[in-house]
């Protein structure tokens, strides 16, 4: 069987980690390979690729078939539009610096394109968080003058009963006092 592209699987339980690898068609999925290409890190936003782009060109111009997993990767890391660019190379519809311009250009794109996402994202979470620290500033506000109002009333009714007390006081020493005349 042909060589293939695909992942190895890494990580914990509800954790996955990938390593891209070159392995034979016939080999388990996470046991012997020939060669490591890169990794791939679901779990990020956007998800984290590392990929060795040449080392990817080289296997494919060998023959060796990505999984339909990595054939994704390799499109959004730019190795199949590489590995296009070459073919055309060699076939001489375009020269060497032409097919590189081409591949910078789309990488530049792409790159202006994830920090795009990256930074619009960002700017969510910031609007998110900002939104429930407004939030969170109103419930304790409403919080403490339930607070205060309940001290006031505790604070009125101990004068109230201080006040009854003192009046209950002066009220037996002014019965008091007629009669000690």
Known sequence: MPARIRLQRHG????????????DGRAPRDGRFIEKLGTYNPL???????????????????GAQPSDTCRRILSYKGALLKR?????????????????????????????KISAAKSETESKLREVKKERLEGEKKYNEAKA?????????????????KAEAANAEEAPAAEEAPAAE
């Open 12 to 23: 914990k339980k509800n954790q996955p980690f990938y390593h891209i690898v070159v392995a």
């Open 44 to 62: 990020t936003n956007p998800a984290t690729i590392v990929l060795d782009v040449d080392k990817a060109v080289q296997w494919l111009k060998n």
């Open 84 to 112: 296009h660019l070459q073919i055309g190379v060699e076939k001489g519809a375009i020269s060497q610096e032409q097919a590189d311009v081409k591949f910078n250009e789309w990488l530049q794109a792409k790159e202006a």
């Open 145 to 161: 003058a339930a607070v205060a109002a309940k001290r006031k009333a505790a604070a009125e009714a101990e004068a109230a009963a």
